[in-house]
């Protein structure tokens, strides 16, 4: 089945430098990419997401790249804010629907002002 | 528009008991999915279910189940519990269209097994 590998663990930053955490996934059919966010004792919100027929989509200070050849993905967060703080997740789903996501294991990201 | 609403928040439970979980969707919205967050595991997905039939399952065992209603509603049970089913259980809903398919979260029932 498809495994999502999520690097790094933690990422500590600076305010108003970049963040970027990388994963990469197993099952070539795979093709929806989203990204969460969870703030502590909170529910996991969806920040951005991608579709494999896209190489690069942006939103704001949020921007998700995908390389299909490689099988990987990535999340780049610019002029970071404390507010950013939280916990990291991206995935991945086979599913026509996007459903049935399969996670990567988090980045607590911290960004010190 | 009531988000995803997951109910009871809390519970506690012991070894060898069995449990029911309740996942209200976003109200149009006609897939449920169940997903479990562990500190060790992170999200591991359960199973998901539109139109009252399970579509996808992840790689639980069979104590762990699942339904859902003619409304959207769905239930999750895990019988025989053990103690490493603590965990805070979520479920997403999403509106399953053609075009857009966000999960959205609800707040999650944290399961303590005793």
Redesign the interface.
């Known amino acids: ?1 498809e495994n999502v590998e999520q690097h790094p663990s933690t990422l500590s930053v600076q305010e108003g430098d970049s963040a970027v955490i990388k994963c990469t996934y197993s099952d070539s059919a795979s093709n ?1 990419f ?1 990204w ?1 966010k969870q703030e502590l004792g ?5 920040i951005i ?1 991608i579709r494999s027929n896209v190489g690069e989509k942006k939103d704001q200070r949020i921007a998700v790249t995908l390389n299909k050849t490689a099988k990987h993905f990535s999340l780049h967060i610019t002029e970071t804010q404390p507010e950013d703080s939280a916990v990291y ?1 991206c ?1 991945a789903s086979r ?1 026509q ?10 980045t607590t990201l911290s960004v010190s002002s | 528009k009531a988000g995803v609403t997951q109910t009871p928040r809390y519970l506690i439970k012991t070894r060898g008991q069995q449990v029911t979980l309740s996942c209200s969707p976003i109200s149009g919205h006609r897939s449920v999915s169940w997903y479990q967050q562990t500190p060790g595991q992170g999200l591991q997905f359960l199973f998901e279910y539109f139109s009252e039939t399970q579509r996808n399952k992840g790689n639980f065992p069979g104590r762990f189940s699942g339904r859902q209603f003619s409304n959207s509603r769905s239930e999750m049970n895990v019988s025989t519990l053990e103690l490493g089913d603590s965990a805070l259980y979520l479920c997403a809903s999403s509106r399953d269209s053609a075009t857009k398919n966000i999960q959205y979260f609800g707040a999650g029932t944290r399961l303590s097994v005793l």
């Open positions: 089945g929806y989203p969460y909170k529910r996991p919100q969806l997401d997740f995935a599913d629907a996007g459903t049935a996501l399969i996670f990567g294991k988090g």
